[in-house]
């Protein structure tokens, strides 16, 4: 085997190893229930995207290519991840603040404290629905905060729905592989099928942060798709979209703090002020 | 050289009022400073128009280009724009004055509303596929905490709601985006250009049909998410309803066409490269069930900002229903409906903010008498709902007209008969609520009265007379359309 032959080969390989870790990143988004471990395969997930722009940089010794990567490993190894970090913390140490003033110990992290306590505000009458949620909102204990409770499809279909996914992924991106079929643009399926794991978790997810980390799956399987089938949007798109995406996730950060404020906690499922009738 | 200055002007104008607004504060000079913004805006889409009815695009700086049809979009953003800001002058200022506001939120809505009319230029001036994606999430992101304004749990809500909605929504649009480029670059092209406009249409035909057919369809339902269109349109009522009445009127008259121009701008490539019955089967879906949305929630609603919102969507639908014609005369038809629709909904909005800040109620029911209560206000209201209904003088009579003319020439006589079935349910919704509102005697609620509810009005006047105006005459605008409808409609 010559040089450029071991050099193509090495490539290819180390291409599919990239986009491996990355489909697996988003496979273990559905698995795992801390919200902590969520951003920390988030940050894994930004390092694969980064490492296949930077792959692709040095495949096509493209300057450009390779701004790009530095830009995608700052902003979503490192920035956002820490951003979503920073929305968990706070909203941890306001609980603990809340149990602190209403006079009950922080409990302790048993298992049965953290299983999900059946919680009906609606056979409650209007007068005390505040009341009852706040007891409860104390009763809960600080770890179950920064878990996804109750996800609306458990996690062993998660992660069937994550296989179906993947197939229809395969299936949907066929037109964009035979455009130019190549060993990378075959591996651009993978980018397609981050997408729609991210579309099933923010259909799926109660918490707001992990609605966030949804949207962020589906903008990493959108640029994946990119860099996979065409070397990335041009760079000026591609720093407008990055500007976008930041300005976008600090905005929801913000709205997390106030709907931890205003609901006293990010389950999606006390947002029910506006309906029609 | 002078001429391609006039690209600029919508794009400084508004941030110079904004850079202006967050240095000084809200005070009567910024506020002011905020409504000529748009009005220069305005000025700037005439000049453009003079020059591009011809058939000429200026372009700027090699990002920016105009031609008839973002002429036209510039004059509604404008036109709208200087309703909305005009009404804002006396809405912050009447909040401020009750305490219901403070200074530094009264700053951040200033600087936001001109970060928001800015992009919306930006969004329609774009010479490019990827960076009218960029405007038009930033639009996303400098309304999110206008819509959260006020900070309680619905408003909180609905910002939540309205972001995580339109930017994944929009994602998909990005994702058409990247097929588009994927296309384009097999077809040819490089870089940057390989999205724009002008590379685009000459190559339509040389781009990848399956890729764009993935392409189209991942567009018409991202921008279409934007755009209002059922069954994308969950955060809409909600957003609508919750955000001040001048961003509401921004949002409703403007946002969602600005969207919905994105959306024709991609008609004409992907038609190219398809033919025109994937679109138009895409779009007549999305036209139905829109109506058909609307027409059922009009029923029963109990809210009026509630209703206004839904009756967008019965707009935004009905232009898509013309958008699916697809012909000279539908498209023309189209664009004079979304400025008819802008203006109209611009007065309704800024109206029902004032009539919320008189009784401090959105329920319909609790709105009573309001004709004899304070009549100015009341007879704006009316005569906004009159338009929106569709009945001359007002333009959106022609252009709903022409709308169901042009489709029946089509051979979709059975979606007009569909679709103006919808079109009566909702009428009667309308006319139903709004006598509620309107007639009987006084309310049984004690009005907190303000100084003088008759402030105010001249916006909203204006905005009746210009939407008037529009369906008697069309004068200068007459070549404009005809050349904007050129572009985008298949001979």
């Known amino acids: 085997m010559n040089q450029t032959a071991l050099h193509q080969t090495l490539f290819v390989q180390s291409l599919d190893l990239a986009c491996g870790v990355f489909l697996l990143t988003a496979v273990g988004v559905l698995w795992r229930r801390e919200l902590s471990a969520l951003v920390r395969l988030l940050a894994v997930q930004g390092a694969a995207l980064a490492a296949i722009a930077g792959l692709l940089a040095v495949h096509e010794s493209s300057t450009e290519l390779a701004v790009v990567a530095a830009v995608v490993a700052g902003l979503k190894a490192v920035a956002l991840p820490r951003l979503l970090r920073r929305a968990l913390d706070r909203s941890a140490s306001e609980s603990v603040l809340r149990n602190h003033l209403s006079g009950s110990p922080a409990p302790a992290s048993t298992p049965a404290a953290l299983e999900d306590k059946p919680r009906r505000y609606e056979a409650c009458p209007p007068p005390c629905r505040r009341d009852d949620r706040l007891a409860d909102r104390t009763a809960v204990p600080q770890q179950a905060l920064r878990r996804e409770t109750r996800p609306l499809v458990n996690v062993a279909a998660s992660l069937l729905a994550a296989a179906a996914l993947t197939l229809l992924a395969y299936a949907a991106a066929r037109p964009l592989v035979a455009l130019a079929p190549s060993p990378v643009t075959r591996a651009a399926p993978v980018g397609l099928a981050v997408v729609l794991i991210g579309f099933f978790l923010l259909a799926t997810r109660r918490r707001a942060v992990s609605q966030i980390v949804g949207v962020l799956l589906v903008d990493n399987g959108i640029a994946a798709v990119a860099f996979l089938t065409t070397a990335g949007v041009p760079l000026i798109v591609e720093l407008g979209v990055s500007l976008d995406l930041l300005l976008a996730v600090l905005v929801m950060q913000v709205l997390t703090t106030r709907l931890q404020a205003v609901f006293g906690g990010t389950d999606l499922d006390e947002l029910r002020e506006l309906r029609d009738s | 050289m002078m001429t391609s200055l006039l690209l600029y002007v919508p794009l400084a104008a508004p941030a110079l009022a904004a850079l202006a607004t967050a240095v000084a504060g809200w005070r009567r000079a910024t506020a002011w400073a905020g409504v000529t913004a748009p009005a220069l805006l305005l000025t700037a889409a005439v000049g453009t128009a003079a020059v591009t009815t011809s058939g000429r695009a200026l372009t700027a700086g090699g990002l920016l280009r105009a031609d008839a049809l973002t002429a036209f979009m510039l004059l509604v953003i404008g036109a709208v724009a200087v309703v909305a800001t005009w009404a804002g002058v006396h809405h912050v200022g009447e909040e401020l004055a009750a305490g219901r506001t403070t200074a530094a939120a009264a700053r951040r809505y200033g600087v936001l509303v001109q970060a928001f009319v800015a992009t919306m230029a930006l969004a329609v001036l774009a010479d490019n596929l990827g960076l009218l994606w960029v405007a038009l999430e930033a639009t996303t992101i400098v309304t999110a905490f206008l819509v959260g304004h006020r900070r309680d749990r619905a408003s909180v809500e609905a910002a939540w709601k309205y972001v995580v909605l339109c930017s994944g929504g929009i994602a998909v649009a990005f994702l058409g985006t990247v097929c588009v480029y994927a296309a384009a670059r097999h077809a040819g092209g490089h870089g940057t250009a390989a999205l724009d406009w002008t590379f685009l249409i000459q190559h339509a035909h040389q781009l990848d049909p399956a890729v764009m057919r993935l392409a189209a369809g991942l ?273």
């Open chain 2, 219 to 491: 567009i018409v339902v991202g921008f279409g998410t934007k755009a209002g269109l059922a069954p994308m349109h969950a955060w809409l009522p909600d957003a609508h309803s919750q955000a001040p009445a001048p961003v509401s009127a921004l949002m409703s008259g403007v946002l969602l066409s600005v969207a919905f121009y994105a959306i024709l701008r991609c008609k004409v490539i992907a038609d190219a490269a398809l033919g025109a019955g994937y679109t138009r089967a895409l779009l007549l879906a999305a036209a139905l069930a829109s109506l058909a949305i609307a027409a059922l929630l009009l029923i029963s609603q109990r809210d009026y900002k509630r209703m206004l919102a839904y009756s967008s969507i019965e707009h935004m639908g009905l232009v898509a229903l013309g958008a699916a014609t697809g012909s000279r005369l539908a498209i023309a038809a189209v664009l004079l409906h979304i400025l008819g629709h802008g203006l109209g909904k611009a007065v309704l909005f800024c109206g029902a903010g004032r009539i919320l800040s008189v009784t401090r109620t959105s329920r319909i029911a609790a709105v009573r008498g309001l004709l004899t209560e304070h009549p100015a206000l009341a007879a704006a209201f009316g005569l906004g709902l009159v338009a929106l209904l569709g009945l001359p003088p007002f333009s959106l009579f022609a252009s709903e007209l022409g709308i169901a003319r042009a489709a029946t020439a089509a051979g979709l006589g059975w979606a007009v008969a569909a679709a103006f079935g919808f079109v009566l349910v909702i009428f009667a919704a309308l006319a139903r609520h709004g006598a509620t509102m309107l007639l009987g005697g006084p309310a049984a609620h004690t009005a907190a009265t303000v100084a003088d509810p008759a402030r105010g009005i001249a916006p909203l006047a204006v905005g009746l007379l210009a939407c008037a105006a529009l369906g008697l005459v069309l004068g200068p605008l007459q070549p404009l359309l005809h050349a904007a409808a050129t572009l985008v409609g298949a001979p």
